[in-house]
């Protein structure tokens, strides 16, 4: 009998949020806006399905061929759920240029899909903060954008022993390439591509990946000893100056200044899969061996705005995934065993009281700012309605029987004190109020 039913399941790589898990998500979430505005981000947000065209151009092959949920409209238009937010980004400056003032400081906290396969840290539904600044080309905007990440972060409780922001500069990977490998564009691309995977494939995959596109294997060992150099000696070995390098030079003596240094290093390696990114790149990594995955990462995109009219205005900024970052609060035990959101007070009933005073109270709470549910069967034993207090997580019980009707009382009970106090209803929302602060 039970195939005629419906699964239950969500769809593959989706999550359901049960109350418990949504208190987690709503934490999480909360944090990161106190953060974005305290830097003076301001929300914005855009639709979630997209024209496939704004993918197509600028997001990267993997995205495109393989990971976006398209389809046809009613009439024919050819539409995408959207996979990222920063082209949606982009079109909105785009759409209204004229009028805004830039540079803009813009955050948004929405839901992507992902055809993927569903594994540790990769769902096909996940949420993401995004973060940017759009119109300035300065490096300024690059620290800052890195100077958000670190107080996020540490927001959370993440000291500078649990994560690793590691930086680098695309215009600086393509001089390394060219000057000191001699490799053209479209090899360029090819390589690109496989040191941003090179962390999550093997090595004979990775030498395969490159054999296959005709790099010779002393090009490959060559690259192996950049991966290895710091910033100045890679610097030192061009034959001519690298901007990539200058600015990255200039973007660490800012973050030294922001104090985050500490927290930030180079690493040739990071280079970022999407096509977009045009100068500084960064991944954030767990400092932990056993999760080799990037939390997340972002960079900066100069010819985004230009897909849409001609205009020279630049963004930098990030995507901070929940699925990761979950991951990586628990591994080091920094989601808190009270996450709030929790039921304030039950309003237990009994028989002989009419219902409309129940509904009375419950008005006179709500209004003094206690949050309140009342129970509905007024039949149900006193045992009962405090059960259902308990599983529920709620802070009290109010309790409003018909002497204490008659004498202008109620009765509190604190549910995990057990304690139990009877206070005049005239000032019993002062009471409640200080009863719940003292707790
Ligand atoms: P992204 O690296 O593709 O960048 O995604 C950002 C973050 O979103 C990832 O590092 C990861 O935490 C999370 N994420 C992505 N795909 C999945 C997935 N399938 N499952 C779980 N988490 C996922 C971007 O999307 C850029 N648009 C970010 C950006 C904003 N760059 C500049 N501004």
Redesign the pocket.
């Known amino acids: 009998m039970t195939d005629q039913f419906l699964t239950s399941k969500p769809y593959k790589?989706t999550r359901d949020f049960y109350p418990d898990e949504m208190r987690m998500r709503a934490w999480v979430f909360s944090t990161m806006r106190r953060v974005a505005e305290d830097f003076g981000y301001e929300e914005m947000s855009g639709p979630i399905v997209e024209r496939f065209d704004l993918y197509a151009a600028k997001s990267g092959e993997e995205?495109v061929n393989e990971?976006i949920y398209h389809f046809e409209d009613k009439s024919g238009r050819r539409l995408a759920i959207r996979?990222?937010?920063?082209p949606t980004?982009a079109r909105m400056v785009a759409a209204r240029l004229e009028q805004l003032t830039l540079p803009l400081r813009w955050y948004s906290i929405a839901n992507?899909m992902?055809y993927?396969r569903p594994q540790k840290?990769?769902?096909?539904e996940?949420w993401?903060l995004?973060?940017?600044v759009l119109g300035e080309s300065t490096v300024r905007a690059d620290a800052e954008i890195i100077g958000v990440v670190a107080a996020l972060m540490r927001s959370f409780g993440a000291d500078g022993s649990m994560f690793r922001i590691k930086i680098s500069d695309r215009r600086l990977f393509n001089d390394v390439l060219r000057n000191l490998l001699d490799v053209g564009d479209n090899e360029i691309q090819t390589i690109s591509k496989a040191v941003d995977k090179r962390a999550k494939i093997s090595r004979e995959d990775y030498e395969a990946w490159l054999a296959e596109s005709g790099i010779a294997k002393e090009k490959i060992a060559l690259l192996d000893d950049v991966f290895e150099s710091s910033l100045s000696d890679i610097a030192g070995r061009l034959s001519s100056a690298s901007q990539g390098a200058e600015s990255l030079e200039t973007l660490f003596s800012l973050l030294d200044q922001a104090g985050v240094s500490d927290v930030c290093q180079f690493d040739f390696a990071i280079v970022?899969?999407?096509d977009y990114?045009t100068g500084m790149v960064f991944?954030v990594e767990d400092a932990s061996p056993d999760n080799r995955r990037?939390?997340?990462?972002?960079?900066r995109?100069d010819n985004l705005v230009g897909l849409f009219r001609k205009s020279e205005v630049s963004?930098?900024?990030?995507?901070?995934?929940?699925?990761?970052?979950q991951d990586f609060l628990t591994a080091h035990g920094l989601i808190p065993s009270d996450l709030g959101g929790r039921p304030t007070a039950l309003i237990v009933t009994f028989d002989g009281v009419a219902y409309a005073e129940y509904l009375k109270l419950a008005e006179e709470l709500r209004s003094g700012g206690i949050a309140n549910a009342v129970y509905f069967d007024q039949g149900a034993k006193l045992k009962k309605q405090m059960q259902f207090a308990e599983r529920k997580g709620f802070a009290l019980a109010v309790l409003l029987g018909e002497d204490e009707l008659a004498s202008g009382k109620i009765v509190v009970k604190q549910m995990a004190s057990r304690r139990q106090l009877t206070l005049d209803r005239a000032d019993c929302v002062e009471q409640i109020t200080k009863m719940l602060e003292d707790t």
């Open positions: 790589g995205l990971q996979p990222e937010m920063t980004v992507f992902r993927e840290g990769r769902l096909r996940h993401q995004n973060v940017d970022r899969g999407f990114y991944e990037s939390l997340f990462g972002g960079g995109y963004g930098v900024g990030f995507g901070f995934g929940d699925v990761t970052f």
